[in-house]
């Protein structure tokens, strides 16, 4: 029983298939490119077929390229940035739950100006925060630590989380919350009963917008942190900042997949459950 | 019975291991340690810093090297992050102005009496010594030097028009690349990122006339600025701008070098250390001609770029004694041998014997032309590499140039007068 | 009890907030330039940076990419919406293929489109190789154009998080809306007008405000893409910032660039502001 509108089948397949070979174009031409060597790639373009397959671009980047004094290649910055990006996303994504529970359901005085000064911390660009955090970490004493790390994209991004956790629990229903309250809960009691089984959706939303999020970034990451303890994408910078020599192509191309894996494999496996958590009214 | 056993042996065993670690432990505090910040952390520059520390620890220190993947911005903003957090390191790469400027916000140790003692003065060009002591005392230490207007041919382009020895003056340069031109080669095989723009624009100008170029870049004079050689400068500049591959925008000279040494590209206006960048792209000496850029007043001219090592006051011994260890290893002789052959630039020390086969010929061919120019006072500070002035008047210019090679719409006079006026604000 | 709880990490965010955005402002008043200095220099931070090119090039230049950045990903982010809700087969499959630009950093975003929209590396020599040699694309490349190059990056990362939240707004509208108008023989373009779009109002305002921060925030993506070239054709206000606070050392009149930035920010944001406010209240009203 058709109850949604039609449209032209043979023109909807034609367009979607146009625009999957638009966004499909630059992963192809990296996964080629990591298959071949950095001097075809350097003669013939960057777009083209691999003469022969170069597996060690990746096993050399992955755990024989030389980054400061350490050749273990990029697998050691992969690790670390696994340490700092998971305790970040699992803190920033409970305590954005609870920061959205606390303005969606008890309201306060004044509670949706809070609300949009913290919104306008999603707005802010990361370069003028730079300083300040340096003389936050300073006086926290974690300067140059991996915990500092984490601390900042905690606090930056109780931004994003407290924004989806507190537009999704807007719709909570009222009468749920009227009911429990009667009971004589408490706002524990109503958070850990009622709120926290009605939130996987959202909070899936929230852990893989976070967790790609901590993943790629750059430029703290690299000010925050040095020699052997830095992320996976100050090593990424490192194969490609061309100080003294050639582009590296057929390493990068390698280097920037294998970096891009976990987060890659979180969208193709979280894809479904990102959407129907946004389906399941994260947007208001 | 027997779990009595096992506890005391644990006991005793774990006692040991305590023991044996604390010793341990105890060693380190008191070796002369260093960490130092630089932005090499990969290619020849890392591998040459990994050499230093071979040596380092091989005369007993802790070696620690923190490099900082990207550019200098991002070294100089893990430095200054460091030294707001008060934790500066023991030695920084530095260079040029930025030495003063930084040597300014946080104590810097004195090198004085390590560098009489050592004779290092008398053997180390004069302008970088006057970098290395911006207050009057030595703070920092030069590491290797680069020359700037080098002229890169490549060998089968230079064979297509019959080219055979290097063009002397700027009118000779312009025949040629008019005939590779006509042949359908690229007569430029330059880049278009910010600093190799002012950079052709700079040789330009140390060619044309190297006191101008002093005159205009050390001191900012203002009738320099405005006066023709500057004019000269911006019309040979939109002449190299012209004659390069129009896709050149933010691109690195780098990912012209295939097409340079094919003969597709003719001439490469860069520093000397391209030839390090050849050599570890498999190319030999042979495929290219190599020497000074045009020099239209025939005499020996070095626009001079360098890198320092700046030390950083540390109340606590061990750096103390790390830093010393740094600077006797870097003014030693050995030094230059060490850390050159695998970068490719010039030792710092004039006196260095670099017939060694590490070094090739275009080495020593620049390291004798600094030395002779050091004699004659023909040495200038390059501006593209931050060497002339602070990173602010230096970027401002910068500024300037990198759009008016990138828009011909731009006339030299137009050129000329945006420059005058980008020194004047930010003078 | 629960108070303890509540307020530390409202707290926390607020402060991080308003703190850092003062010291931001204060700073640029202040004569900063290596390091933070607290004395005191009046307006010259803004009336210098309002004199700089860079500063107007970047200016026009957020407008220009902010514009077409937020139209274009709205777009395509809704057309290709449309098209999946259509029932198809293999949504899976395009889902993914739509959504994975957003795992991958600006950076490598920006170096690879870098590749690909380089005349002399990229497609226009791929096109040449195979024979179609009148084929240009020189954007990258082209003074007045480089900008949009911007904008087909940026769109490509984008637009399927447009794609997502409006197909999620999409599933949520109500059966019986869509039955009705059936019933009411309105056409599927018709029933998407009149009926559908309409329900989603707040899902398009969201998404325009998630790709507004996206727009003000670029910087990653210009740096790795023309590294603000041509020249400075491409650059943007957070390049200016980060290069007079960081490259120039000059810590003050960057901080007047991000101030004069997050200052034109006020523009949209307080009339959404007040939009919401205005929301809350008829809700409320309803409730």
């Known amino acids: 029983m058709p109850s949604r509108v039609t449209l032209s089948r043979v023109a909807i397949h034609a367009t979607l298939i146009a625009f999957a070979a638009f966004f499909l174009v630059p992963l192809v031409v990296v996964a080629l490119n990591s298959l071949r060597s950095t001097e075809d790639i350097a003669h013939g373009g960057v777009i083209g077929l691999p003469h022969e397959l170069m597996w060690s671009n990746f096993s050399g980047t992955w755990s024989g390229y030389c980054i400061a004094q350490h050749c273990d290649g990029i697998q050691p910055y992969f690790w670390n940035s696994m340490r700092m990006v998971i305790p970040a996303t699992i803190i920033s994504t409970l305590l954005g739950a609870l920061n959205g529970y606390s303005l969606s359901l008890w309201r306060f005085r004044g509670d949706t100006i809070v609300f949009g000064i913290m919104t306008l911390g999603v707005f802010l660009p990361e370069q003028m925060r730079l300083v300040p955090w340096v003389i936050v970490l300073r006086d926290l004493n974690l300067f140059n630590t991996i915990s500092g790390l984490v601390l900042i994209h905690i606090v930056q991004g109780l931004s994003f989380t407290t924004l989806f956790c507190r537009n999704y629990y807007v719709s909570v229903p009222q009468d749920l919350l009227k009911a429990a309250r009667i009971d004589g809960a408490g706002y524990f009691r109503i958070f850990w009963r009622i709120v926290l089984p009605l939130s996987p959706p959202i909070l899936i939303v929230t852990v893989i917008w976070q967790f790609t999020g901590i ?64 389906t399941a009214g994260a947007v208001k | ?357 590490g070094f090739n010929d275009q080495q020593r061919e620049a390291s004798h032309s600094m030395g002779e120019a050091a004699r004659a006072n023909r040495v200038v500070l390059s501006l593209a590499h931050n060497m002339a002035q602070t990173n602010q008047i230096t970027a401002a210019m910068i500024d300037v140039l990198t759009e008016f090679v990138h828009d011909n719409r731009i006339t030299p006079e137009e050129g000329q007068k945006r420059l005058v006026a980008a020194v004047d604000n930010v003078r | 009890m629960p108070h ?25 008043f202040t004569r900063s330039t290596l390091m933070p200095d607290y004395s005191w220099a009046g307006w010259r931070n803004y009336s210098s940076m309002l004199a700089t090119r860079n500063w107007h090039i970047a200016y026009t230049n957020l407008f220009i990419y902010g514009t077409c950045f937020v139209v274009f990903t709205m777009a395509l982010g809704l057309l290709l919406a449309v098209l999946i809700d259509q029932r198809i087969r293999a949504e899976n499959i395009y889902r993914a293929i739509f959504l994975y630009p957003l795992a991958v950093s600006f950076v490598v975003t920006g170096t690879v489109w870098g590749w690909l929209l380089n005349p002399s590396i990229g497609i226009q020599k791929l096109m ?33 998080f447009a794609m997502a939240l409006l197909l999620a707004g999409l599933r949520s509208v109500d059966a019986d809306l869509l039955k009705a108008a059936q019933i009411d023989g309105a056409g599927p373009a018709r029933t998407y007008l009149r009926v559908v779009f309409p329900t989603i109002g707040p899902i398009f305002i969201a998404v325009l405000v998630m790709l507004l921060q996206f727009a003000i925030k670029t910087y990653d993506l210009v740096v790795a893409l023309t590294a603000g070239g041509p020249g400075l054709a491409s650059t943007l206000p957070t390049v200016v910032v980060y290069d007079f606070m960081f490259q120039r050392s000059e810590l003050a009149r960057g901080s007047a660039a991000a101030v004069m930035l997050l200052g034109s920010l006020a523009f949209v944001l307080v009339p959404y502001g007040l939009y919401r406010m205005w929301q809350q209240r008829k809700a409320r009203a309803h409730a």
């Open chain 1, 215 to 278: 993943w790629n970034e750059y430029l703290y990451g690299v000010t925050f942190s040095s020699g052997e303890h830095q992320p996976i994408t100050a090593a990424l910078i490192a194969l490609s900042a061309r100080l003294s020599d050639a582009p590296q192509y057929g390493e990068q191309s390698a280097a920037v997949l294998l970096a891009a894996a976990p987060t890659l494999l979180v969208y193709l496996f979280g894809g479904r459950y990102f959407l129907r958590g946004l």
């Open chain 2, 1 to 357: 019975m027997q779990r009595h056993h096992v506890g005391r042996r644990a006991l005793l065993a774990g006692a040991a291991v305590t023991f044996a670690v604390r010793r341990l432990r105890a060693q380190p505090a008191s070796k002369p340690r260093v960490t130092v910040i630089s932005q090499w952390s990969s290619g020849s520059s890392g591998a040459a810093m990994m050499a230093l520390g071979k040596v380092f620890e091989q005369q007993g220190g802790v070696w620690e090297h923190n490099p900082v993947p990207g550019f200098t911005t991002e070294m100089m903003n893990k430095l200054r992050a460091q030294i707001i957090a008060g934790d500066p390191p023991a030695a920084s790469q530095l260079k040029g102005p930025e030495i003063a400027a930084w040597s300014k916000i946080a104590p810097v140790v004195d090198l004085d009496a390590m560098v009489q003692q050592a004779g290092y003065e008398t053997v180390v060009p004069a302008e970088l010594a006057k970098l290395s002591k911006p207050h009057g005392h030595w703070i920092a230490l030069p590491i290797q030097a680069y020359r700037i207007n080098t002229l890169f041919i490549s060998k089968k382009a230079a064979d297509q028009v019959g080219v055979t020895k290097l063009p002397a003056t700027w009118a000779e340069f312009n025949a040629i690349a008019g005939k590779m031109k006509a042949a359908g080669i690229t007569p430029i095989a330059n880049g278009g990122i910010r600093w190799d723009d002012g950079m052709k624009w700079e040789i330009a100008l140390c060619g044309i006339s190297l006191d101008a170029y002093r005159k205009m870049l050390t001191e900012l004079d203002e009738k320099t600025l405005k006066g023709a050689e500057v004019l000269a400068a911006f019309r040979q500049c939109r002449k190299l701008a012209d004659w390069s591959d129009p896709g050149i925008a933010s691109q690195d000279y780098t990912t012209f070098v295939p097409r340079f040494m094919k003969g597709e590209m003719g001439m490469l206006l860069m520093g000397d250390w391209a030839a390090g960048i050849y050599k570890r792209g498999g190319f030999k000496v042979s495929d290219y001609i190599v020497g000074p850029a045009p020099a239209d007043d025939g005499k020996i001219a070095f626009d001079l770029n360098s890198d320092e090592f700046m030390f950083w006051q540390k109340p606590q011994p061990e750096f103390q004694e790390g830093q010393k260890l740094l600077a006797k290893i870097v003014m030693g002789k050995e030094f230059g041998p060490l850390f050159c052959q695998i970068t490719g630039s010039i030792p710092v020390r004039t006196d260095t014997d670099l017939s060694a086969e």
């Open chain 3, 4 to 28: 303890l709880v509540i307020w530390p990490p409202i707290l926390v965010s607020c402060a991080y907030v308003l703190l850092f955005s003062a010291w931001t402002i204060w700073v640029s």
């Open chain 3, 128 to 160: 040449h190789d195979i024979g179609w040699t009148s084929f240009r694309f020189e954007w990258l490349i082209d003074q007045d154009m480089a900008i949009y190059t911007v904008v087909i990056a940026g769109v490509w990362q984008a637009s399927g």
